[in-house]
């Protein structure tokens, strides 16, 4: 089954640590994407990637770091400098172009205390 | 600067009843796409549709139709006959992309609740 798989599900940390969420995809999708979504906001992007190697910040990436080492893996780093950590995370791939839909992965939900 | 409302938060309907989900975007580029997609309580987001800005052509898929239209920047998206399995969150997007660069922009969201 093809698909983008997201783990943990939920994820807690204390105020101050580093916590790195994973995303991996196998649709073989050029383009992954990080995506922040907090209750009664919309989606907003964190960081982008259209290829291996090369990653592109989004609207709030301060906080955040991502590598892209791999086609299929695009982990997010929540750094202690995030200021408000807690959220709904959720990666989404897609091909390369705007005309292409993205695909989402089941999120993980980061509570920081 | 790219924009896309969704002026109605949450809305409340009775099972069987039609229901418009409004969307109105804006941005200053000549192409670009839209798409609406669908939140059930498990989380993970589902595409249901796109439009590119060259087509102002309406779809409907069963149930589903959209309605894009340039003039007034809107896309809606309306439900007929609504079920229970249509309570979800349901988000509109915008999409710019030129070479590089590129834009996505989310509406907040409207929330549809189907009560049976």
């Known amino acids: 089954d093809g698909g983008i798989t997201q783990s943990p599900k939920y994820l807690f940390r204390k105020e101050g640590q580093n916590v790195t969420l994973s995303c991996e995809q196998n649709l073989n999708h050029d383009a992954m994407y990080w995506y922040r979504q907090d209750p009664g906001q919309g989606l907003r992007l964190i960081y982008y990637s259209q290829i291996v190697n090369d990653f592109q910040k989004g609207d709030i990436a301060e906080g955040y770091s991502v590598s892209r080492e791999k086609k299929e893996s695009f982990p997010l780093t929540v750094t202690s400098a995030q200021k408000n950590p807690t959220a709904f995370y959720l990666c989404a791939s897609s091909l390369q172009g705007g005309v292409y839909e993205q695909y989402f992965g089941p999120g993980t939900r980061l509570t920081v205390t | 600067a790219q924009k896309v409302t969704q002026a109605q938060t949450e809305i409340s309907v009775v099972e069987k009843e039609d229901v418009t989900l409004d969307c109105v975007y804006e941005t200053r580029d000549t192409t670009y796409y839209l798409f609406w997609y669908k939140q059930p309580p498990s989380g993970e987001l589902v595409f249901l549709i796109r439009r590119n800005s060259f087509d102002e052509q309406n779809e409907i898929s069963g149930r589903y139709s959209w309605n894009f239209q340039k003039s007034t920047s809107s896309f809606n998206f309306t439900i007929t006959a609504s079920q229970v399995v249509d309570s979800a969150v349901y988000f509109c997007?915008?999409?710019?992309?030129?070479?590089?660069?590129?834009?996505?922009?989310f509406g907040i969201g409207t929330k549809l609740q189907v009560i049976p």
């Open positions: 997007a915008l999409r710019v992309y030129s070479g590089g660069y590129q834009k996505v922009t």
